[in-house]
């Protein structure tokens, strides 16, 4: 058997580890990056208000920075092979695939964008700031991150039903996922106090939505792993 050979034969076990062990360590950093957005200064009025936020340091907001792109560098590259996954399953659903991948990488990409942003003012910034309410980025990381993971959402979850690329808890869950997010695309028409549930830029609308869903990929991570097909 010649190496070209060997190397079809292998690569796709290759790769297909590396796609699981991307989203379990992008939810590593999520869920390292999470708690973050909660360990912030009380707010005293009137040095503070829904305006300026609590006052945070430029380490802590840098650091929940560096772990959002650490998160999102490790989706992106789970999301990159999943095409991959549903054309090595099925050929015929290929599209669905690349539409899912071609949707979560727009999600990783937007998200490191918004968060990279803040991160930027922050060391521009002389004053503390809380960039969360300062920094006008609601929409990329919020709304249309949402819509994202809405289409990601759909496509894989039937992408991987009518594959069979995945167990079928994925598919279905996958389905939740973008339910989930889709209850949480109208938040744009709630302000932006972050201390509020559903603001655009809100705790639950975006850090508790974003964590379930990160949750999740690592789960999706597992199966991956674990499927030998």
């Known amino acids: 058997m010649n190496t070209s050979s060997l ?11 590396w796609i699981g062990l991307a989203a379990v ?18 707010c005293d009025p009137p040095a503070c208000s829904v305006e300026t936020g609590s006052l945070m340091s430029d380490d ?17 590259i789970f999301m990159t092979g999943v095409r991959f996954l549903i ?3 099925d050929a015929r659903y290929e599209w669905f695939g690349a539409v899912a991948g071609t949707a979560g990488v727009a999600w ?3 998200d490191m964008t918004a968060k990279g942003i803040e991160g930027g003012t922050a060391i521009k910034t002389a004053e503390l700031i809380d960039p969360t309410r300062t920094v006008p980025t609601y929409l990329l990381y919020g709304t249309i991150s949402h819509l994202m993971l809405v289409i990601f959402g759909v496509a894989f979850g039937y992408a991987v039903l009518r594959s069979r690329a995945l167990a079928p808890w994925v598919g279905w869950s996958s389905f939740g996922i973008a339910a ?12 932006f106090n972050s201390s509020q549930f559903y603001a655009a830029n809100g705790w639950g609308a975006v850090a508790m939505f974003n964590g379930i869903a990160a949750i ?8 991956t792993l674990r499927n030998r097909a």
């Open 7 to 17: 190397t079809h034969i292998h690569l796709p076990g290759a790769a297909r580890r």
């Open 25 to 42: 360590l992008g939810a590593v950093f999520a869920m390292a990056e999470l708690p973050l957005y909660f360990v912030v200064p009380a």
């Open 60 to 76: 802590l907001i840098l650091t929940r920075t560096l772990f959002n792109f650490l998160a999102l560098a490790m989706f992106l």
């Open 87 to 89: 054309t090595r399953a």
């Open 108 to 110: 990783t990409i937007l």
């Open 180 to 191: 989930l997010h889709l209850a949480a695309v109208p938040s744009m028409f709630f302000g």
């Open 216 to 223: 999740w990929l690592a789960a999706v991570g597992v199966a």
